[in-house]
Nanobody, 119 residues
Framework: QVQLVESGGGLVQAGGSLRLSCAASGLTFSSYTMGWFRQAPGKEREFVAAITWSGSNLYYTDSVKGRFTISRDNDESTVYLQLNSLKPEDTAVYYC????????????WGQGTQVTVSS
């Protein structure tokens, strides 16, 4: 089975930075998309960023453009989300997810890592 494990969350002050990691295991395919989502208290889960495993296509939601960067490790089994210039409104549980087919929604999810930004 595919397993995604997030790490790197924590408590930081506004303007600070964090680097989230998502380690994937059990992959049986080479062409897929890895994404990051977040869910704040009282709100629905929203898309944050995504990267195709070729690394040729990157996607970001407007609210994080210029502040967050998604990338992958050389071993092709770990994806990162660099969070810079953090704001209190970035506080949320961050999830990594994998889409194994371009014609379907994200079908594998991690359990999430908490990011808290204080003012």
């Amino acid at each position: 089975q595919v397993q995604l494990v997030e790490s790197g969350g924590g408590l930081v002050q506004a303007g600070g930075s964090l680097r989230l990691s998502c380690a994937a295991s059990g992959l049986t395919f080479s062409s897929y998309t890895m994404g990051w989502f977040r869910q704040a208290p009282g709100k629905e889960r929203e898309f944050v960023a995504a990267i195709t495993w070729s690394g040729s296509n990157l996607y970001y939601t407007d609210s994080v453009k210029g502040r967050f960067t998604i990338s992958r490790d050389n071993d092709e089994s770990t994806v990162y989300l660099q969070l810079n210039s953090l704001k209190p409104e970035d506080t949320a549980v961050y999830y990594c997810a994998l889409r194994s087919s371009p014609t379907v929604s994200y079908d594998y999810w991690g359990q999430g890592t908490q990011v808290t930004v204080s003012s």
